[in-house]
């Protein structure tokens, strides 16, 4: 796909989600917190005040599944990986009850989503977040503390 980046593939797991929701309601509570971008220090220092965290994941499902209180997925694209501040939070919500993720495309994003929103009550994933490197490209998070 040319012009292809992590915010097309966003944009596009974004869109689907949208025509989804007829089968998924619960997809009505995925969005996106704008942390990534330029901005003046001023600018920055104003969102900084009002709570702006930077390594918050870029899709944030508050949708409960399964034996999860939500999803959490970071995307990335090429040859990009997760900050220290990406893992540091997704490891805070993955001890706080929440599925979290690393994917590199909307396809994968789509699949694990379309996963999580049939997990029956008490459910877990097929997988957990240190076996998805396999499955979806999920950096072991091996250090662990």
């Known amino acids: 796909m040319q012009g292809a980046s992590e915010t097309t593939e966003q944009q596009a797991v974004i869109e689907w989600a949208k025509y989804a929701q007829g089968r998924y309601p619960g997809l009505k509570n995925l969005y996106h917190v704008p942390n990534e971008g330029k901005r003046s220090k001023a600018a920055a220092g104003i969102l900084k005040s009002m709570g702006l965290s930077s390594g918050v994941p870029d899709l944030i499902l508050d949708y ?56 029956k009550p008490f459910e877990k994933m097929a997988e957990d977040a240190d076996l998805l490197k396999a499955r979806y490209g999920f950096p072991s998070l091996e250090s662990r503390k």
């Open 64 to 119: 409960p599944a399964g034996i999860y209180h939500g999803l959490r997925i970071e995307m990335k694209y090429g040859k990009n990986t997760p900050s220290d501040e990406q893992k540091k939070w997704l490891r805070r919500l993955q001890a706080a009850g929440y599925f979290v993720a690393v994917v590199w495309s909307a396809n994968t994003a789509i699949a694990l989503l379309t996963e999580y929103m049939n997990l």
